[in-house]
């Protein structure tokens, strides 16, 4: 069964909006939860994780929101670019290796 | 420097064949993973390799087997093809299992 539900399958967003993908998880045992971004023909690379001792984590544009006692990640893209338009996916893991990842999410920025 | 490199990068197959895959890790990595990713799916873990040895595996059946070399190199096998193997097979390396996963861009395998 899919251990993390992603939300919504895709989005689309003016250039300087904001994106905002949201992902739902049901072991508690999961202690890292990682964004990934995948370009058409590539595969994924990661783009910022979080361990849940904390509630938020910030890089740049790309900014992680944990909320542990509801079991919900998400992913806040600030200013949305062009170049954002990825497919992002969410994941989690208990031992940092074998990622559960979400089913993603098609993100379009219009210029 | 180089990344994980996977080859080949398509391929074709009909039901019923064998295929091998290959993936070389990133320079001082030693771990390496494999995933499945379906068309519009997020990648499944298929298994991980390390010290030569399967550490974990995913809820794949035993006609998906691997292998690691004393490079650190790998490759992933699937028996007796069927349609559903039909995927991008993903490969990604770390340094043992304390840090980042680095991902190749795969092998898009279609099976006829």
């Known amino acids: 069964q899919q251990q993390v539900k992603q939300s919504p399958q895709s989005l689309i967003v003016q250039k300087g909006g904001i994106s905002i993908i949201n992902c739902a998880y049901e072991n508690t045992a999961f202690d890292y939860f990682p964004w990934y971004q995948q370009f058409p023909g590539k595969g994924p690379a990661l783009l910022i994780a979080i361990r849940p001792d904390v509630s938020e984590k910030k890089e740049g544009r790309f900014t992680i929101s944990f909320n542990k006692s509801a079991k919900q990640f998400s992913l806040h893209i600030m200013d949305s670019q062009p170049g954002d338009s990825a497919t992002y996916f969410c994941a989690a893991s208990f031992d940092d290796y074998k990622l559960s990842f979400g089913a993603g999410t098609t993100v379009t920025v219009r210029a | ?112």
């Open chain 2, 1 to 112: 420097d180089a990344g994980v490199t996977q080859s080949p990068t398509h391929l074709i197959k009909t039901r019923g064949q064998q295929v091998t895959l290959r993936c070389s890790p990133k320079s001082g990595h030693d771990t390496v993973s494999w995933y499945q990713q379906a068309l519009g799916q997020g990648p499944q873990f298929i298994f991980q390799y390390y010290e030569e040895e399967e550490r974990q595996r995913g809820n794949f059946p035993d006609r998906f087997s691997g292998h690691q070399f004393p490079n650190y190199s790998s490759e992933l096998n699937v028996n007796a093809l069927l349609l559903g193997d039909s995927a991008l097979y993903l490969c990604a390396s770390s340094f043992q299992h304390t840090g980042e996963l680095f991902f190749g861009e795969g092998s898009r395998l279609t099976v006829l």
